[in-house]
């Protein structure tokens, strides 16, 4: 791995005289840590991600409920988001089995060019603004195609170089030290030095279920979805169960998708924003060492 070392400005000092005794002098220690495939296919993944999402609740919100099984249940469907009046307002909800949550404002009732508008996901949530469901399919299928592309050059390059076995899954070593991985997470304690040059257990567990659990089951479920995919692939239908489940899970797993970015991002944040940026568009990482200075 390569490694280049340089000392820091702060504190700024002119030799190792100007340093009181016994005190640590940081230093930039960068490591080569993303190749150029991991960071183009990561921002390319960036930008299919936020379309995908953007227009796929366009197309969600032509019919904003999930169902299970072949059919449709447009009297009580298992969970819907939709708007009617009470006490003489109108309000917006979202229903769950027997349970609803009034959403007014951001779910089922939102405001669009200043009025009150009925539908499921407001306009600043989706691609286009307005309704427009063909417009949103549009979109939707072509980034979904390059989400699909990107992925299987991502997967080509992973195997053919050992990224996955490498960076995906734990060492022995790591497996022994995952409790104690966790309660640093817990505590935002981030590793440094040396520990910093690769990915720790629960990052590399995470990794893995969203690359070839969550984000291929995503995939496969859109694929059910399409006519024109279950002529070729006929088996999808019959592993999700039908259409419409296919359609919920679809719907799931793209907020399980969301959960993720979430929680990476606030990490990304706390663990220094200007670091990880550098890593992922440039591929060097300070793994931040401290050496004391003695007299």
């Not at 299919?48 to 969600?60: A, D, N, R």
């Not at 229903?95 to 939102?110: A, C, E, K, M």
């Not at 309704?131 to 390059?157: E, K, P, S």
């Not at 170089?161 to 734990?170: A, E, N, V």
């Amino acid at each position: 791995m390569s490694l280049a070392e340089t000392e820091l400005d702060d504190p700024v000092v002119s030799n190792d005289d100007a340093v009181p005794k016994g005190k640590e002098q940081r230093l930039v220690t960068l490591v080569k840590r993303h190749s150029v495939v991991v960071r183009v296919t990561h921002w390319i993944t960036v930008l299919c991600l936020t379309m995908l999402l953007m227009s796929g609740l366009q197309i969600f919100n032509a019919r904003p409920q999930l169902d299970f099984g072949i059919k449709t249940d447009f009297d009580h469907p298992p969970a819907v988001i939709d708007s009617d009046e009470l006490d003489g307002k109108a309000r917006g909800y979202v229903r769950i089995g027997d349970h609803r949550f009034d959403t007014t404002g951001v779910l089922g009732l939102s405001e669009f060019e200043g009025k009150p508008t009925e539908r499921a996901f407001p306009s600043w949530a989706t691609l286009p603004g307005e309704q427009d469901l063909g417009t949103g399919r549009a979109i939707h299928f072509v980034f979904a195609w390059l989400f699909v592309a990107n992925g299987l050059v991502y997967l080509v390059w992973g195997f053919a170089t050992r990224h996955f076995r490498r960076d995906f899954l734990p060492s022995r070593a790591q497996w022994r030290h995952v409790g104690g991985e966790i309660l640093d997470h817990a505590r935002l304690r981030f590793a440094r030095g040396e520990q910093a040059r690769q990915y720790n257990a629960i990052q590399k567990m995470t990794y893995f279920a969203v690359a070839f659990v969550l984000l291929p089951l995503l995939v496969l479920a859109g694929w059910a979805m399409s006519p024109g995919l279950d002529a070729a692939f006929p088996f999808l239908l019959h592993v999700f169960g039908g259409r419409q489940t296919a359609r919920s899970i679809h719907f799931l797993a793209a907020f399980g998708v969301v959960l993720f970015v979430v929680v990476h991002v606030a990490l990304v944040l706390l663990s220094g924003l200007f670091n990880n940026m550098r890593s992922m568009v440039t591929g060097w990482y300070d793994i931040g060492q401290e050496r004391d200075i003695h007299g």
